[in-house]
Antibody, heavy 118, light 111 residues
Framework: QVQLQESGPGLVKPSETLSLTCTVSGGSITTYYWSWVRQFPGKGLEWIGYVYDSGTKYYPSFKNRATISADTSKNLFSLRLSSVTAADTAVYYC?????????????WGQGTMVTVSS | DVVLTQSPLSLPVTLGQPASISCRSSQSLVYSDGNTYLTWFQQRPGQSPRRLIYKVSNRDSGVPDRFSGSGSGTDFTLKISRVEAEDVGVYYCMQGTHWYTFGQGTKLEIK
């Protein structure tokens, strides 16, 4: 059974870079799309972007700030979000999507809360 | 960006009664391959979202058959035929035709 686990600092200072990792267990990260989704305190959900097979990456609304990468040797993928502000405070989820399912995430991590504050 | 508008935002329902949630898109969600990528998620209190329905009407394994999805183009609906206590939570629609965006969520509670 595939499981996802997010990890990273729970507190980040404004203007710094948020870095999170999602470790995938119970299956390989190859042949799937791996996304980051965040949930704001008011409960709204926002898709950040995805990585596929280490090479294909899309984060259309975060082009200048987000980087998503995958390490197939360690079976994990990561998010880096630069120049954070209080508006980036959210629960960050990693999620899996099968090719051809276009955002229909079938497996989610438990989420990790990130607070941006000095 | 494609905007998904859900209604109602709050849905009090008596146990055993039906419930219906609407999701309207600012653009058609029919993709160039002919498929419509509209997904429904359930988020129970304190839990991560869980997929219920994908491609408008395909129910996931393990999802009770009291849940059903329907719609086309820009108008979609999630129906629960008989609400049970375990259905309490927030329901989100999501489109994957024009990148990915979510609706605001509908909070279902028991009256």
């Amino acid at each position: 059974q595939v499981q996802l686990q997010e990890s990273g600092p729970g507190l980040v200072k404004p203007s710094e870079t948020l870095s999170l990792t999602c470790t995938v267990s119970g299956g390989s990260i190859t042949t799937y799309y791996w996304s980051w989704v965040r949930q704001f305190p008011g409960k709204g959900l926002e898709w950040i972007g995805y990585v596929y097979d280490s090479g294909t990456k899309y984060y259309p609304s975060f082009k200048n700030r987000a980087t998503i990468s995958a390490d197939t040797s360690k079976n994990l993928f990561s998010l880096r979000l630069s120049s954070v502000t209080a508006a980036d405070t959210a629960v960050y989820y990693c999620a899996r999507e099968r090719g051809g399912y276009f955002g229909a995430f079938d497996i989610w991590g438990q989420g990790t809360m990130v607070t941006v504050s000095s | 960006d494609v905007v998904l508008t859900q209604s109602p935002l709050s849905l009090p329902v008596t146990l055993g009664q039906p419930a219906s949630i609407s999701c309207r898109s600012s653009q058609s969600l029919v993709y160039s391959d002919g498929n419509t990528y509209l997904t429904w998620f359930q988020q129970r209190p304190g839990q991560s979202p869980r997929r219920l329905i994908y491609k408008v009407s395909n129910r996931d394994s393990g999802v009770p058959d009291r849940f059903s999805g329907s719609g086309s183009g820009t108008d979609f609906t999630l129906k629960i035929s008989r609400v049970e206590a375990e259905d309490v939570g927030v329901y989100y629609c999501m489109q994957g035709t024009h990148w990915y965006t979510f609706g605001q969520g509908t909070k279902l509670e028991i009256k």
